[in-house]
């Protein structure tokens, strides 16, 4: 069956610290791949996506994530967090030919001034 | 400009009682989806429109859940006989065309309280 797992579901950074957030999917097939975040009382908005080529995405906000195919990862990472990054972070896959986006569980990042 | 919309913002019915839960997408965009997030959960999928038909209603728990896009824009997610066990939030997205690497942009979201 299909899956996406995200292994750390809550994480505390104090600011100016390095963050990782893991993403490993199970997926027959070619993938496209989205990291999401809700900031507290927002909605869902997309950080980045990964579709083909570079496996190495930018997004917003110094986001940036590396899709490695052999295994099976979609990692978030972010060199140095502020305290305006708390939020719950969602990783989301789907096939290529596909709509639906299968969401992780989420990670929770709280950061501590 | 203008996001995905999501009225009401949240609702509080009681077990048995039907509720309807409407989706405004941006405009111009042909695709809908509903999704729905317990707590603790990311969202799940519900059902996806590509402009008035629902091209894959597979997510729907039963038929209890029912949705509609008429006119290929507001699209209304309708559940009957409503259980404790549908409290949630209920998101919908909207992206410019149907396909997997469309962006889908999601509203504020629904949440339901069944009492």
């Known amino acids: 069956a299909q899956s996406v797992s995200q292994h750390n579901h809550h994480v505390i950074l104090s600011e100016a610290a390095s963050l990782e957030l893991g993403c490993n999917y199970s997926y027959g097939g070619t993938v496209n791949l989205f990291w999401y975040v809700q900031y507290p009382g927002q909605h869902l908005q997309l950080l980045l996506k990964y579709f083909s080529g570079d496996p190495l995405v930018k997004g917003i906000k110094g986001f940036e994530a590396e899709f490695i195919k052999s295994k099976f990862s979609f990692n978030l990472r972010k060199p140095s967090v502020q305290w305006s990054d708390t939020a719950e972070y969602f990783c989301a896959v789907n096939g290529h030919s596909g709509y639906a986006l299968n969401f992780g569980k989420g990670t929770s990042l709280l950061v501590t001034p | 400009g203008a996001g995905v919309s999501q009225t009401p913002s949240n609702k509080v019915t009681e077990k048995g009682k039907y509720v309807e839960l409407r989706c405004d997408p941006i405009?111009?965009?042909?695709?809908l989806y509903w999704y729905r997030q317990s707590l603790g959960q990311g969202p799940e999928f519900l059902i996806y429109f590509q402009g008035t038909g629902a091209a894959d209603d597979s997510g729907l728990p039963n038929d209890r859940f029912f949705a509609v896009r008429p006119e290929g824009s507001v699209s209304t997610l309708k559940i009957q006989r409503t259980e404790r066990g549908d409290s949630a939030v209920y998101l919908c997205?909207?992206?410019?065309?149907?396909?997997?690497?469309?962006?889908?942009?999601f509203g504020p979201g629904t949440r339901l309280l069944v009492l």
């Open positions: 405009s111009g965009h042909t695709a």
């Open positions: 997205a909207s992206s410019l065309k149907a396909g997997g690497q469309e962006t889908q942009y």
